[in-house]
């Protein structure tokens, strides 16, 4: 990432004075595309909806109201904290910070272990790790369906096998969305890390054990303070699409499983659509996101300082 | 003495072991059920090739068919355009010295990646209503190039940065325009890292299920979106053919970029 920074790095100016023409086309692009979009979003979520979705431009604080307050059946109770959103972005959050902290125990080992290999065997490592996350995620979360459905070959060994003597029930519930968070994105927690662990100098070991440190000890103390920014952009990635993701949760999961990205795909598609009401959600969806990205980018320069 | 081995921690061979079971298992028994001779998901009824004469010849092949050459002419063409672009930003950021809004412009570019997918397809949605776009193909065209500008430029500006001016300095030293430094000398230099940009690029789009099936409009589908269609109708032998089949395509394309990113490598 460092090698990204803006600005810096390279110094060439043999096109100097064509900058702007050279940019145009993304500024173009991305500005009417993508900012201009969200802006509407963040207006939209200002409105008052229109029945059958759509807005009505007049001005309205519904949305957010709707999101956090509950004023009773006619609205004309005194308001209450409405808690069905909290809870729903809260499930988000927990599972998305669950799934980021397994891929984090899975992955730092894998990462570790195909770091250490020769060369040769190395990139034939990285290769079988990158395969799937090239392969449509659609297709892989479905496949996991198939799996772990009750009637899925998972199920049939292991009732086959005697280990169980009724299917696991795995299907359609948070433990279901759990495993296909964590099986989404586990591929963006290993390599970030892996680059982390091929660039450590194993000198920093060998000084570790000469001063009788165990082998834990010198992953604790050492290693794992050294290769950080790599855990920490490892869980960036995995915890940021795990927040908003949509195809695992429905996917996998049920009512009760009920995730940010279906609140929002729901007020967009279903019949009972609220187009204020979805923008809101996306917004504070991505408030969140913001404010961890920041956090991120904070810690960042602070190391570059220090 | 033994020397202690560093590198080495017991356990982690165990773990790399679970994470590779976990990251395919699901894909090999969906490819192995895909040759399932009977008409159920359960139960195996011998090997054959009849789902996949069913996804080319079958009742659904041609809603299959035109989702798929709306995926594949969608691919290709949001590739290229953001490779176009990507690559024009890298020049810009990478060759032509400080210039005013460069951090800002940095941002830009990785915006698409920072906001949540659900995100661009709720803002996108609003955008195309709001300024009368039905959906389509050319809506899906719009909201993939621009997602798919920070994957290609990514491999581009880190090949660019590779490459040494001093080519182009010699090339324009022997009176080369700056256009034929870029044209004759830069950009033979850079193809492997824009290669690379546009397979990730293609790859991103085709793979984008949330911002199309927000966008895309009604009677329109991607392959994705007509899969996800079938598929909450429950899981059917023909889709786990096309899944395959679709498995097959990804595993070429890994082999095809890594090829091309080891031969870029050798010629540095």
Redesign the interface.
């Given at each position: 990432m460092a090698a990204m920074a803006p600005g810096g790095a390279s110094s060439s100016e043999i096109y100097k004075g064509n900058a702007s023409r050279l940019l145009l086309p993304t500024w173009v692009v991305i500005g009417v595309f993508l900012l201009v979009p969200v802006a509407l979003m963040a207006t939209y979520s200002f409105l008052t909806k229109e029945f059958r979705g759509g807005v009505i431009w007049e001005f309205s604080l519904a949305a957010y109201d709707q999101f956090f307050l509950n004023r009773g059946l006619f609205g004309d109770e005194p308001p209450r904290i409405e808690w069905t959103y909290i809870t729903i972005f809260w499930r988000s959050i927990w599972q998305a910070g669950l799934a980021t902290l397994l891929c984090l125990l899975i992955g730092f080992p894998t990462a570790w272990f195909i770091a250490t290999r020769e060369a040769r065997m190395r990139t034939v490592w990285l290769l079988i790790v990158t395969v799937p996350y090239w392969v449509n995620l659609l297709i892989r979360t479905v496949s996991m369906k198939f799996l772990i459905r009750d009637e899925g070959p998972l199920n049939a060994m292991l009732l086959w096998s005697g280990l169980i003597d009724q299917p696991l029930g795995l299907i359609n519930t948070n433990l279901a969305v759990q495993l296909g968070l964590f099986y989404s994105y586990l591929p963006f927690m290993v390599l970030p890390i892996y680059a982390a662990v091929e660039r450590y100098d194993f000198a920093l070991s060998e000084a570790a054990a000469d001063l009788y440190a165990g082998r834990w000890t010198t992953l604790r103390l050492v290693i794992l303070p050294v290769v950080k920014p790599g855990l920490i952009a490892g869980c960036i990635l995995v915890f940021v699409p795990s927040l908003g993701a949509f195809l695992a949760p429905d996917l996998l999961g049920g009512a009760k499983s009920f995730m940010i990205g279906s609140l929002i795909e729901e007020q967009f598609k279903g019949a009972a659509g609220n187009w204020p009401f979805g923008a809101a959600a996306a917004m504070i969806l991505m408030s969140i996101v913001m404010v961890v990205l920041l956090v991120y980018a904070r810690s960042q320069t602070r190391e570059a300082k220090a | 003495m033994k020397q202690?081995d560093?590198?080495?921690?017991p356990?982690?061979?165990a773990?790399?072991l679970?994470?590779?079971v976990?990251?395919?298992?699901?894909?090999l028994?969906?490819s192995v059920?895909s040759f399932n001779a009977s008409t159920s998901?359960?139960n195996w009824g011998g090997v054959s090739l009849e789902w996949y004469v069913d996804v080319f010849t079958g009742p659904e092949s041609p809603k299959f068919q035109r989702a798929a050459m709306n995926s594949l002419i969608i691919a290709v063409l949001a590739g290229l355009c953001a490779t176009?672009?990507?690559t024009?930003?890298a020049?810009?950021?990478?060759?032509?010295?400080?210039?005013k809004g460069?951090?800002a412009?940095?941002?830009?570019?990785n915006?698409?990646l920072?906001?949540?997918?659900?995100?661009?397809a709720?803002?996108?949605?609003?955008?195309f209503?709001?300024i009368g776009f039905s959906g389509g193909v050319g809506t899906i065209l719009?909201?993939h190039?621009?997602?798919c500008?920070p994957f290609a430029y990514?491999p581009i500006?880190?090949r660019?940065?590779s490459v040494p001016?001093s080519y182009?300095?010699a090339a324009?030293d022997l009176y080369a325009t700056?256009w034929e430094?870029?044209r004759l000398v830069l950009l033979p230099l850079m193809m492997p890292g824009i290669f690379s940009g546009f397979l990730l690029a293609f790859?991103i789009s085709?793979?984008d299920?949330?911002i199309t099936n927000?966008v895309k409009g009604a009677g329109v589908e991607t392959l994705?979106t007509a899969?996800?269609g079938a598929?909450k109708q429950g899981?059917k032998p023909n889709?786990?053919a096309i899944?395959t089949l679709?498995?097959g395509v990804?595993?070429v394309?890994?082999?095809l970029s890594?090829l091309i990113g080891?031969s870029g490598q050798a010629k540095t």
């Open positions: - | 202690l560093l590198r080495r921690f356990g982690f061979f773990i790399t679970l994470c590779v976990v990251l395919y298992a699901p894909l028994v969906v059920y998901i359960t176009l672009i990507a024009s930003a020049v810009a950021m990478h060759r032509a010295g400080r210039f460069k951090t412009t940095f941002a830009l570019i915006l698409p920072m906001v949540p997918e659900v995100v661009t709720v803002a996108s949605l609003i955008f209503t709001a719009l909201a190039i621009t997602f500008i990514l500006a880190a660019m940065q001016d182009e300095q324009m700056p430094a870029f790859i085709l793979d299920f949330l927000f994705p899969i996800f598929v899981i889709i786990m899944s679709m498995l990804s595993v394309f890994v082999t890594w080891r």
